[in-house]
């Protein structure tokens, strides 16, 4: 018996851009992040390139005939939900993509790559000047700080002059601009500012702030939040969404970079589908520790409370990308027991803890909550690492929560190089209950560490 066939239809997106043969920019990054978004990716090759981490070695530029070859083979088959470009490389080429962008339905957004991470100019000044007509047909333009000055002669340093940048990129023709905050001043905070042109000739500006990575692995940034953009387009969602999708997405992907070759690494184009695919293994992996949890009886560490068991997917940012217990587990006449089952964001405050402990060592993965008192406080010196504590009355008024700040507490002290703690005391306060907070990397560590405690608390 034959299988019916069940075929899906994806947006498509088209990238035109040059390649990169390490893999982390360009073509390749394009094609990695579409495919993330389940957009199914095309591509016209501008320019082929022999680089690595390291750097760039030489670079071909096609024929524009070639160029063109490929661009009509997939305009003229697929139907295209949106449209990025990137290396152009050249004037012929860039006055190419703008003949076709003009006459193209789908939304065009224009990566600029204008300028290299080490500030070198790519371009010629006539290709520099060819982008004004490419820029005219973007539905968003997407340039980093020096690329917004090579375009404008305004260059970003502040929230005001990143605005005032992104209105003259609007007055060029594009409908909306995107000012990339990445390489503006060095503070902990990244902006990227939006600004779209509206029918009366008055611009809305949207700002989006996330933390700066403390990395210098940003190879294919630029690549990777342009084709992401692009790939939410073609789905039909707003540009509004679309940026702000994009901008946390990029966020994770900058935070989880891969860390290959000599060079300081790439992004991490598939770091958002990898959380996802992690959700069911790390359900399950709650569930086996908590079974282990009944069957051995751990009733003595089971605080008023009750206890929670949270694993975190291998890249987690949030607490619904915890899995825990839905209601805890509680003592019963018989041992302990867990309330329901185990889902995703079953878990506020351990999951808070364990996700903030992650900024400081992102290779743990899983938390519980324990007893205190003064048996199982004298029992973590049975553990295999170091002890840590936070004290509740030194948070300051204006914390944004005792878990987030308790653990930046904890495993913010620890110097580099210094082993991490594997026990959290916190002394509790006024309404709040003293618990130990017990973190590893594996539900295997977790679980030895839990029943070290409980035999050493029970001796």
Same mark, same amino acid.
């Given at each position: ?12 997106? #088209? ?7 390490? *893999? ?53 088959? #697929? ?44 371009? /010629? ?27 404008? *002669? ?37 902006? =990227? %500012? ?20 403390? %990395? ?8 990777? #939040? ?11 969602? %707003? #540009? ?56 051995? =009886? ?64 992102? /290779? ?66 006024? *309404? ?28």
């Amino acid at each position: 018996m034959t299988r019916a066939r069940a075929p899906v239809s994806p947006p498509v997106a #088209l990238t035109v851009a040059g390649s990169d043969s390490g *893999g982390g920019a360009g073509i390749q990054a394009d094609l990695k992040t579409m495919e993330a978004h389940g957009v199914f990716g095309t591509s016209v090759v501008t320019a082929v390139t022999a680089q690595n981490t390291v750097g760039v070695e030489s670079t071909h530029v096609l024929p524009v005939e070639e160029i063109a070859a490929q661009y009509e083979a997939v305009a003229t088959d #697929l139907d295209l939900g949106a449209v990025k470009t990137g290396m152009l490389a050249t004037e012929p080429v860039i006055d190419l993509v703008a003949d076709r962008a003009a006459d193209a339905t789908a939304p065009v957004v224009v990566d600029p790559v204008m300028v290299a991470a080490s500030g070198d100019r790519l371009l /010629d000044a006539a290709a520099e000047a060819a982008y004004e007509s490419l820029i005219a047909e973007a539905r968003l333009v997407t340039p980093n700080a020096d690329e917004a000055a090579v375009l404008t *002669g305004i260059e970003p340093t502040d929230r005001e002059s990143a605005q005032a940048a992104g209105e003259a990129l609007v007055e060029m023709g594009a409908d909306a601009a995107l000012v990339k905050g990445g390489h503006v001043n060095g503070g902990e905070t990244v902006t =990227d %500012t939006l600004v779209s042109a509206l029918p009366d000739g008055e611009p809305t500006v949207r700002t989006f702030e996330h933390p700066r990575i403390d %990395t210098d692995a940003t190879h294919g940034s630029g690549c990777t #939040l342009s084709s992401a953009i692009a790939a939410h387009i073609a789905h039909g969602e %707003t #540009l509004g969404y679309a940026v702000e999708a994009a901008t946390a997405f990029m966020e994770r992907a900058v935070r989880y970079g891969l860390d290959v070759g000599e060079g300081p690494g790439a992004v991490h184009h598939l770091a958002a589908l990898r959380e996802a695919a992690d959700r069911h293994r790390t359900m399950t992996d709650v569930a086996e520790v908590v079974a282990a949890f009944v069957d051995r =009886d751990v009733s003595r560490l089971v605080p008023e409370v009750g206890m929670n068991v949270v694993g975190a997917t291998e890249y987690a940012e949030a607490v619904g990308e915890t899995a825990a217990v839905e209601g805890r587990i509680t003592r019963t006449f018989s041992g302990v027991a867990p309330n329901r089952g185990v889902r995703l964001g079953a878990s506020s405050h351990v999951a808070r803890f364990l996700l903030a402990a992650r900024e400081f060592d992102p /290779d743990l993965r899983f938390a519980v909550n324990c007893r205190f008192d003064d048996g199982t406080e004298a029992a973590t010196a049975a553990l295999d690492g170091p002890v840590a504590e936070y004290d509740r009355d030194a948070e300051p008024a204006d914390a944004s929560g005792t878990m987030g700040w308790g653990a930046r507490q904890a495993f913010g002290a620890v110097d580099a190089g210094d082993p991490t703690p594997v026990a959290v005391l916190d002394r509790g306060d006024v *309404g709040k209950e003293a618990i130990i907070k017990l973190v590893a990397e594996t539900p295997a560590a977790l679980g030895e560490r839990v029943f070290t405690l409980l035999d050493a608390a029970e001796s």
